[in-house]
């Protein structure tokens, strides 16, 4: 069936250099993607979101990428914190498929070392 | 804070119970979504109501159910519960019915003892 994923389960990085996120989705009907944050013992927290007519989305020290040729998206974090620790999840959905919520990636745990 | 509560925050309970988890969404939101995130699964979307009405289904089991009040909360009604059960569980909210943001909640974590 069509699914979200994610390439790695933990990434590692120092604090202070970037950071970069990545999913594969399999649904090349999707149009909107988000990413979310989930520190430990809270919901998940909106990032991002790209639709699918663009391909490049900058927020604050954030930036999501996305390729639809190759159905990939990522998440780049710049000049990591540690306040940046956390589980990241893509999502995705398809507006034309109905409201049937966002189908999450299994999440990538980024642990930022001192 | 996303504006989304859920009580309670921590419920156990044995095995062939019933629970019922609450939701308010963010005051405007018409749109209440409830997902289950256990740590195999991760957050599997199991159902979503949009003004009163059921809009879409996804995993939710047959011992599980769910409805929206016209004062917009929801409950999540989980019966017959089984040691896998044991997961969080959020709700999520969203001005539309459809494609965009949704806010979580903090999650009610649900273990079956």
């Known amino acids: 069936g069509e699914s979200v994923g994610l390439h790695l389960p933990t990434l590692s990085v120092q604090e202070g250099d970037n950071s970069i996120i990545n999913c594969a989705y399999s649904n090349s009907a999707s149009d909107y993607f988000i990413w979310y944050k989930q520190e430990s013992g809270k919901g998940p927290q909106f990032i991002i979101d790209i639709r699918s007519n663009m391909d490049k989305r900058q927020g604050q020290r954030v930036t999501v990428l996305l390729n639809k040729t190759v159905k990939h998206l990522s998440l780049q974090i710049a000049a990591t914190q540690p306040g940046d620790s956390a589980v990241y999840f893509c999502a995705e959905s398809y507006s034309g498929g109905g409201a049937d919520g966002l189908t999450f990636g299994k999440g990538t745990h980024l642990i930022i070392q001192p | 804070d996303s504006g989304v509560t859920q009580t309670p925050k921590h419920l156990i309970t044995a095995t062939g119970q019933r629970v019922t988890l609450r939701c308010s969404p963010r005051?405007?939101?018409?749109?209440v979504y409830w997902y289950q995130q256990s740590l195999d699964q991760g957050l599997q979307f199991l159902i979503q109501?949009?003004?009163?009405?059921?809009?879409a289904k996804g995993n939710i089991l047959e011992r599980f159910s769910a409805q929206q009040f016209p004062d917009l909360h929801s409950e999540l009604n989980l019966s017959s519960l089984e040691l896998g059960d044991s997961a969080l569980y959020f709700c999520?909210?969203?001005?539309?019915?459809?494609?965009?943001?949704?806010?979580f909640g903090e999650g009610s974590r649900l273990t079956v003892l």
């Open positions: 999520a909210s969203s001005t539309t019915g459809y494609t965009g943001e949704l806010f």
């Open positions: 109501y949009y003004n009163g009405e059921e809009r």
């Open positions: 005051s405007g939101d018409l749109s």
